[in-house]
Each structure stands twice: as C-alpha cells, then as structure tokens.
C-alpha cells in the first residue's frame, strides 16, 4: 500500500513523560559517557544528554499510524523504514523533575528512486507551559514503498549549517563498539526496535545481523565532542544532527573524524571496513557563558 501525501499537516496525539535522574543516567551510561552533569545527583541537577530528546521522540513515531494517510502501511512495508538524517534543536537542556510533552507532525512527503521519503518535525515542550525545549527534523525513507498523490510539503526545514566536511580532519579518534551496545542502548533509552536486537528480524528484514541504533553512533560522536570541543559542558549544545549512510556492525571500532570552523564542529563517522556510518555531522555550540542552564 502505499503512503499517502495527504498525511502532511497532520500530528499524532501529543504523549506526556515524566523525567526522572534515573533514566538520565541510564542514557547516559549506555554510551559509556561518565560526564558528572548526567551522572552526579549529589553535585547540581542531572541533566540530559543532548540526544536524549530520542528517548522522548521515539514513542511518538511508533503513533504515525493516528496521521490520516499513514496507517494504509502494512506492517511489513513500514517495518523498510530507515531513519536517513536527524536535525535536532535543543533550546535549553532536559532536567530530572522536567514533566515533557512530545508530538510529530509531518511537514513533507514525496517520491523519490528507492521509495517514499517523509519528513517529521517533532516538538518537546514543557508540559504546563507549553514552552518548547527541543525540536527535531526527522527524515526517513520507506524502501520500496509508492506515494499516493502529488509530493507535498507544508514546512520547510531549516537548512543546515556549513560544517566542513572532515576529508583532512583535525582530529581523528577511535570509538569501541561492544557487541551488547545495541541491547544496552535499546533498554537504557526505552527505545525497541527488534532489527537493533533480535537477530531472527533483522535476517528476515535483509540486514546481515543486528545492527547498532543510529542515534547510538550519533550519540557517542557527540560525546566526544562535548568532551574535546566545549570543555565537558553539554548545556553549550544547541544544535546537531547528521545523515545515516551505513550500518554499524558489533563488535567493531568505528572511527570519528571532526574538524572545527567557527561555531560548528563538522565530523563524520567510518565504520571498520571505511564506510561512513554519519555523514555531514555537525554539533553547533554556544560560546561558554551564553547558554541556558
């Protein structure tokens, strides 16, 4: 069946989550980050890492099915999609006592070569006041799926910034992937996918074994660079994303490249075999001092 452009404009239901330290730190621990401001209760507040927005999106989009034009997917054909790029704002960090509310709304569908393309801007915000804390453009790709109707669009999303691309990059370094990284991540961040798991899906799905989260491998790239680029302090995130271009086996060693230009941090991320795994990343910063706490 096909996916129907009538779906743009449409939103799901909005779905509420109580944040507490304790999945903060779950998050966090899945990438192996040890940074004090996502681990240590006893110092300040314990804040999110600057993807844990995923946790808070991924609810929301197994709920596409209540957008008008969506649900004619079989189960099969919507089990082809591929998240293919991530754009996430983030306007002020994820606290623990934060009571969020998520909702997506699709702004594009069209046709293109391997299938139906689609584009979900999905909003955080706070619960009482309405006051937005992250927003994400979500695109992806249902492989082999037809659009119904002429390509539509209501919203365009934001271009993204002009990070280098890392071909002779600044700095390279090595990140270990473990052969339960996909488990870990997958109950740490409340976010079950059985392609990222259960081997028996993912050979029925034509993946060659279970294969690392995509947001996983974003996630430990920005890490490191929090880590290199803005001296430990996440809350200077205000922006990121990067485009899915490979699988990411486990066990494997995969290699992150970043090089700096003013604001942004261009990186891009090779699997073991020379794959890019993340394309055109990019982590935008705040200067330290001028971010929201």
């Given amino acids: 069946m096909p996916l129907q452009s009538k779906a743009v404009g449409g939103s799901t239901q909005p779905l509420e989550h109580p944040i507490d330290a304790r999945w903060l730190m779950a998050y966090a621990a899945s990438l192996d980050d040890c940074n ?17 927005p995923v946790c808070l999106e991924w609810p929301v989009i197994l709920n596409l099915r209540e957008i ?3 649900g004619t997917l079989e189960a099969a054909e919507a089990a082809r999609g591929v998240h293919a790029s991530h754009d996430l704002h983030i306007l002020r960090p994820i606290r623990a ?3 969020l509310r998520t909702v997506a709304t699709m702004t594009e569908v069209r046709a293109i070569k391997p299938g139906a393309v689609y584009t ?6 706070e619960a009482d006041s309405g006051t937005l804390v992250a927003r994400t453009y979500q695109q992806g790709i249902y492989r082999g799926v037809a659009v119904q109707g002429a390509d539509q669009q209501c919203e365009a999303a934001p271009a993204w910034p002009l990070a280098p691309v890392p071909r002779s990059p600044q700095h390279r ?9 996909a488990h870990t991540y997958t109950e740490c961040a409340r976010i079950w996918n059985p392609i990222h798991t259960d081997r028996a899906v993912a050979l029925r799905a034509g993946l060659p074994d279970i294969i690392l989260h995509g947001t996983a491998t974003l996630a430990m790239a920005v890490s490191r660079i929090v880590d290199q680029y803005a001296d430990q302090d996440p809350t200077r ?3 990121l994303g990067g485009r ?8 494997s060693t995969l290699t992150l490249e970043t090089q700096p230009n003013g604001a942004n941090v261009g990186f891009r991320v ?8 993340i394309s055109q990343g990019f982590v935008t910063l705040q200067r330290a001092g001028d971010q929201a706490q």
């Fill in 244 to 251: 899915f271009s490979a699988m990411v086996r486990m066990p």
């Fill in 120 to 125: 979900l801007r999905l909003d955080t915000c």
């Fill in 237 to 239: 995130v205000v922006r």
């Fill in 173 to 181: 370094q090595f990140m270990p992937v473990s052969a339960t990284a």
């Fill in 270 to 277: 090779l699997t073991e075999d020379g794959n890019i795994a």
């Fill in 97 to 99: 006592g934060d009571r």
């Fill in 68 to 70: 008008a034009g969506t």
């Fill in 36 to 52: 004090p401001r996502y681990l240590d209760t006893a110092a300040q507040t314990v804040i999110g890492h600057p993807l844990f």
